[in-house]
């Protein structure tokens, strides 16, 4: 029977990360909604930078600020008692920054989507912007919200770089499915290794068929 570890904590990572990314995805997109001045332009450049950094990279940078020695880092030790370096926290902040940006795209395309006359009427109507949001905006772009929750959990169950940089290899602790696969094998384990990666090799095609379904209807209707 295999040490089951690295797995329910790479699910526990993920998971809370995506709780967080789901939220943060929501609210960062309805508040750039519609806006068209430049500068919007430019925190999505920031919100997209993990796409096109080096995961090392990210890591590293994450590293410096959460740093014990840094104002962030001292707070999140002193004043939350989350220490963040060498910890789950740590794997949890590191998958949120990577999947963040998949749940934005997906969320923001949701809500682009949508007719603006549907809007405009509902408007006239004398419903608030409010209730236009949770009764129109939020419904209609579910299909969009549901693969980016899905994407943002699968890139948190893959991540790597930014993970070993933030966390690092803690057995029992940080070890995520990524993880214990390299140490596998840097082991010489390549027996072991081969499970978990056959075990993520079937969760991302079980990820790649739960999108291409949900997009099934979509597809068909262009046609």
Do not use: C
Request: charged share 15%; no cysteine; hydrophobic share 55%.
């Amino acid at each position: 029977m295999p040490d089951l570890t690295s797995f329910w904590i790479s699910i526990r990572v993920a998971t809370m990360s995506t709780i967080i990314v789901m939220i943060l995805g929501i609210l960062v997109s309805k508040w750039l909604y519609h806006r068209k001045k430049r500068w919007v332009k430019i925190v999505e450049s920031f919100i997209l930078l993990p796409i096109v950094l080096p995961p090392t990279v990210m890591g590293f940078i994450l590293l410096i600020i959460f740093s014990p020695r840094g104002i962030i880092g001292l707070f999140f030790n002193n004043i939350l008692h989350l220490p963040v370096v060498f910890t789950l926290t740590g794997a949890v902040i590191a998958s949120v920054i990577v999947s963040f940006p998949l749940m934005y795209q997906h969320t923001i395309q949701g809500f682009n989507s949508i007719d603006k006359r549907m809007l405009d009427t509902a408007r006239t109507m004398g419903a608030s912007e409010s209730k236009i949001f949770y009764r129109i905006v939020l419904p209609l772009s579910k299909r969009y919200i549901l693969s980016g929750i899905v994407m943002s959990f699968a890139r948190a169950i893959g991540e790597f770089g930014a993970t070993l940089m933030v966390a690092g290899y803690i057995p029992n602790k940080t070890n995520t499915l990524p993880l214990e696969i390299y140490f596998l094998v840097v082991e010489g384990k390549e027996n072991q290794a081969w499970l978990w990666v056959l075990v993520l090799v079937a969760f991302s095609i079980v990820v790649i068929m739960t999108i291409n379904l949900m997009n099934y209807d979509k597809f068909r209707e262009r046609d």
